[in-house]
């Protein structure tokens, strides 16, 4: 039997849960609600985030602008996909939701913009 404690991030309360496992099953305590069994299940058997960071923006009023995986990845995935948006560039304009990187680091999922940068003055 195995046991973790972790703590939970579904919202600002985080609570402690200790997250107990054996072959068959996975028993989360600690929690205050279901959110919380949820994350830590998925936590111990397929961690995953949102990623968010900033790519440069040629010929825009910003130098920067910000993204964020358009859906979670894994854990491990993380590394490599802040390694691929450190590498990027886009040119102006960049509206919100725009695709900056297609399948970052193999992970089936997109970079996307979370801010308007318009081309800048010449
Ligand atoms: S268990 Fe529920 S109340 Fe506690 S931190 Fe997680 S989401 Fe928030």
């Known amino acids: ?15 402690p849960v200790t997250v107990t496992m054996d072959k068959e099953t996975i028993t989360v305590t600690g929690n205050t609600c279901k959110r919380g069994e949820d994350y830590a299940k998925k936590e111990v058997t397929n961690p995953t985030r949102i990623v968010t960071s900033s790519v440069r923006v040629n010929g825009g009023e910003l130098a920067m602008v910000s993204v964020k995986t358009k859906e979670d990845i894994p854990k491990g995935k993380i590394f490599d996909c802040m390694a691929e948006i450190r590498s990027a560039a886009v040119e102006a304009p960049v509206c919100i939701g725009d695709v900056i990187i297609e399948n970052c680091a193999g992970t089936g999922v997109s970079i996307v913009a979370t801010k308007n940068v318009n081309r800048g003055k010449a």
């Open 1 to 15: 039997m195995e046991k973790r404690e972790l703590i939970c991030i579904g919202c600002p309360l985080g609570c």
